[in-house]
């Protein structure tokens, strides 16, 4: 049985899902290298509309600078040149001679998965900016700097000079895959032609009924010995140069498969990706890509090639459970909870596995020899049983069972040490599925297929499927499945009106509404549906519950928003003044909860992991309430309604809250310990202490509590590097909100900081609001200064600056966040 028809079998028996999801499913991309200085190439015989034309591609990007989309160029004039592309500082260009250019205040850098770009010119038209329009995933690009085509000019695009796909007249050779490669001649067409919205997805159409023109053509990159073929009936074949059919990919917009990433920080140079990021160059740093999924069955090869052979230099390929404590950078210190290594071509040490903190020389290669070079190394991990197996040259050598603490932690990550000498390049070459010829090298045992899906060296064992979005499990929410994210969690923005408002577009009834005016110094103002859409706590002061039932400043929840009432401040609907509303959903009012020795009112959100706990404490240690969720909270922010006393934030990610670590919303202090907050949080009850911050007798508490639900929320740590290129944090979706604090180091600029996708709509994300503080909405300042401090990428955000706030060497942050979409179906932005 051919990969293909394993694969596709335990698709259908439930091991995958989401191929029902695409209306229609793309097969076939082309990896270019621009190491290879690889480009697709034709000249049109006869010239076509020179004015009148639409440009349309999918493209993963594979790192950042100066990279061709499209272009032709014959003279360095106006209608002598034109070109699509990325910058070298990543944004997205329409670059004319003198005019005919624009450039996206946008930039691009997310090199996990798909994004289309659609570039649409019409120079007839009266209005400048409608002779040319930029779109990516859909949506124009309306926020650029550009120099208009002058009216009725003519391109040089369907001229008969040399047009090419991949770089520009030998620079700009492009770093990525393209996908569904298309040209219309003598047309001005909208995103709606070549791709639709499904669900907050950007997915692709049918290409094939679409009218190309003289010199239109359709690139789909179907055979693989004819990579420029054109399939729209116009036979516009394109000529390739520095590619081969091993070049021809499965990674697609409808299944895109699993890659190293560029985007995780590290020191010296010490490492560099070729070949779509499927071949790492390194020395004596880790380099490792996005985890696995959480649950499942992942099988993927490595194929390394030690450069440097004296000495006792090595090269070690492997796997990791748990990430990394401090730097990210070296296992060796990392604390690393479990490895996983094969050693190649070391003729002084033999195959050995590292676990547990110890070598030993457990597998089958033993002490009589390292593994040579170009050997295939296939791992087969079971995330659901906590095994992992690896495999050298096809057969079995050493099975790893994880410990349940282990197993726990549910985040295994690609790694790999290169010899410990400066300027010295091991290369390991990766392949997840996409492609089993290892750039080439492949001979002729490998298992091949004609689909090329789950395209691997060796078989893989049975029922272990290829790392790849289609055999992604499918997330309990997610655009595919019974609810979506933003019916769980969203956010609006208004505009005061100086009187009463109905604040629509949320999608839901929320329960939890968290508002802050943006441009006005005022608190942040919290409200919920156990205790009253008029009773309002603030996240920035320790201030008791405050009761606006006779002024009003959120009157009621409604079924899609909830409406506010200005009173006398800037609080919540002052005329003029903008406002952010961020909304979860719970269940309601609440009822009661009898699983703790306290009797609570709970509103649960159980598919969401999001819980409102309202009881009153009796200072008694060892006093239980029950939290109504499914698992465990791993974050709980903690308020005492009655009295002014600041909010006590407890989970796992600070410490051990049974060990009394716990920190404060309101203040900037950093993680600290306190033996009369030592609380537990089990599956169905939180066990607390006596403090009176969350459990003061006779007084009325709040708890809003958060479990992680995979594709949807995510609380965990990071390590800062102090670098502009700053850590990435994986998290398994596209953030649409999140919060990160520093735990290690307190004081003015280490602040609780807020960013989301509705006021920052496009990369860097630079707005922020500040949990601790009244301050406006602003960029960074003090410790937290930067011009440009996040990407919020398809599977996580990437911190580019050093501030103190989010990225101080050495120091721990924590984060929680919350989906847009789940990374199985993430476009890149």
Known sequence: MSNFTKLMAQAAAGNAGGGDFYPYTVNNSVRFNNDDSAYLYRTPSSAGNRKTWTYSCWVKRASSGDHYLFSAHSANTDAGFLGLRFKNTDE???????????????????????????????????????????YVNGTQITDYTSTAFTQNSDTIINSTAQHRIGNDNSTGYLDGYLSQVALVDGQALTPSSFGESKNGVWVPKNLSGLTFG???????????????????????DFTSSGLTSSDQMVDTPTNNFMVGNPLV????????????????????????????PQSGKWYFELQGVNTYSAGGYVLYPGVVVGLPSSSQNNWSSDGLTQLVYMIFNNPQQPSRVYSNGAWSNTSSQGASGSIPNNTVIGFAIDMDNGQIDSYVGG????????????????????????????????????????????????TAQGNSDENGYGDFYYTPPTGYLAVCSQNMPEPTIGPNSATQADEHFNTVLWTGNGSTQAITGVGFQPDFTWIKVRDAVNSHYLFDAVRGADLALFSDSSSAETDYTATGRMTSFDT?????????????????????????????????????????????????????????????????????????????????????????????ALGSPASGYYMWLDRTDAVTTNSSVNTTF???????????????????????????????????????????????????FRPAWFMIKNISTGGTGYDWIIHDTRRS?????????????????????GNNSSTAEIDILSNGFKHRTSSGGRNLSGNTYIYMAFAENPFKYSNAR
């Open 92 to 134: 997205l260009q329409s670059l004319g001679w003198f005019s005919g250019w624009i450039t996206s205040d946008a930039l691009y850098r997310d090199f996990s998965a798909w994004m289309h770009v659609l570039f649409s010119v019409d120079t007839t038209q009266a209005t400048a900016d409608d002779r040319f329009k930029l």
């Open 214 to 236: 003289t010199n239109g053509f359709y690139l789909d990159f179907a055979d693989s010995s004819n990579l420029g073929n054109d399939v729209s009936g116009n036979n516009n």
């Open 265 to 292: 920080a590290y020191t010296s140079n010490s490492q560099f990706m070729r070949e779509g990021n499927l071949e790492a160059h390194c020395w004596d740093q880790i380099n490792y890509g996005q985890g696995l």
């Open 395 to 442: 057969t079995l050598d050493h099975q790893l069972t994880l410990t349940s603490a282990q197993l726990a932690t549910k985040d295994v990550r690609l790694v790999m040490q290169g010899a410990s000498n400066t300027g010295v390049y091991n290369i390991m070459d990766l392949n997840f599925g996409q492609n089993g010829t290892f750039n080439g090298r492949k």
């Open 560 to 652: 899609d928003g909830f409406s506010v009432k200005y009173s006398s401040s800037t609080g919540t609907n002052a005329s003029g003044n903008t406002y952010v509303g961020w909304n979860w959903k719970a269940n309601g009012s609440g009822s009661s909860n009898t699983d703790g020795s306290i009797t609570s009112t709970v509103s649960a959100n159980t598919d969401a992991g999001i819980s409102i706990v309202t009881y009153t404490g009796n200072a008694t240690a060892g006093a239980t309430v029950g939290h109504g969720l499914s698992s465990a909270p791993e974050l709980v922010f903690f308020k005492n309604r009655g009295y002014a006393y600041s909010w006590l934030v407890q989970g796992d």
């Open 682 to 732: 089990g599956g169905s009850t939180i066990t607390l202490d006596n403090s009176p911050a969350y459990n003061q007798s006779g007084y009325n508490i709040v708890a809003y509590c958060f479990a992680e639900v995979e594709g949807f929320s995510k609380f965990g740590s990071y390590t800062g590097n102090g670098s502009s290129d700053g850590p990435f944090i994986y998290t398994g």
């Open 761 to 781: 709509i496009y990369n860097p994300s630079d707005t922020q609001l500040i949990a601790n503080s009244t301050v406006i909405e602003n960029r960074d300042s």
